[in-house]
């Protein structure tokens, strides 16, 4: 069983509702498993984690603030989190609205740090985006992220 991080920020709930959809998922799957908001996650938690999943709102195409923060903070843990697993997913108003940008940038900051990231050859390649509340088809791709999530862990 390994040690998860689903961390997020949320404004409207959307982001929140994908992270416990994930969180209920790798729950289900066996694993341990920390759901926290972002203003409750320092650099400790992710290095206390074997993989970390990271959830944010798209604002101006990129990640919240909030999430942001997070990773500039952990500058000071540079090389400690090399080999984790990694993933992100976000929510957006519309299509088009910016969502893979900002998986993408999550992404690229969790490759810095030598974080093991695995995409998706179906449905969301880059990791589980919304437009607005999850819908059935969010939804689904939340638990298909979830359940490959916890099948790349036992592989590392």
């Given at each position: 069983?390994?040690?998860?991080?689903?961390?997020?920020?949320?404004?409207?709930?959307?982001?929140?509702?994908?992270?416990?959809?994930?969180?209920?998922?790798?729950?289900?799957?066996?694993?341990?498993?920390?759901?926290?908001?972002?203003?409750?996650?320092?650099?400790?938690?992710?290095?206390?984690?074997?993989?970390?999943?990271?959830?944010?709102?798209?604002?101006?195409?990129?990640?919240?603030?909030?999430?942001?923060?997070?990773?500039?903070?952990?500058?000071?843990?540079?090389?400690?989190?090399?080999?984790?697993?990694?993933?992100?997913?976000?929510?957006?108003?519309?299509?088009?609205?910016?969502?893979?940008?900002?998986?993408?940038?999550?992404?690229?900051?969790?490759?810095?740090?030598?974080?093991?990231?695995?995409?998706?050859?179906?449905?969301?390649?880059?990791?589980?985006v919304a437009i607005g509340a999850p819908d059935e088809r969010?939804?689904?791709?939340?638990?298909?992220?979830?359940?490959?999530?916890?099948?790349?862990?036992?592989?590392?």
């Amino acid at each position: 069983m390994s040690n998860i991080l689903v961390a997020f920020y949320s404004r409207t709930g959307n982001t929140e509702k994908m992270a416990g959809i994930i969180a209920d998922e790798l729950k289900a799957k066996g694993q341990d498993v920390s759901l926290k908001a972002m203003d409750n996650v320092n650099v400790d938690d992710l290095l206390a984690a074997d993989g970390v999943i990271i959830g944010s709102p798209t604002y101006y195409g990129t990640m919240a603030a909030q999430v942001k923060r997070l990773f500039d903070e952990s500058v000071k843990v540079h090389g400690k989190l090399d080999g984790k697993a990694g993933g992100a997913f976000s929510s957006a108003a519309n299509i088009a609205g910016g969502n893979e940008t900002t998986v993408l940038d999550i992404i690229n900051a969790m490759f810095i740090h030598g974080f093991i990231v695995q995409g998706d050859p179906e449905g969301s390649h880059y990791g589980p985006v919304a437009i607005g509340a999850p819908d059935e088809r969010a939804v689904k791709e939340c638990k298909r992220f979830a359940d490959r999530f916890a099948n790349l862990l036992s592989r590392i």
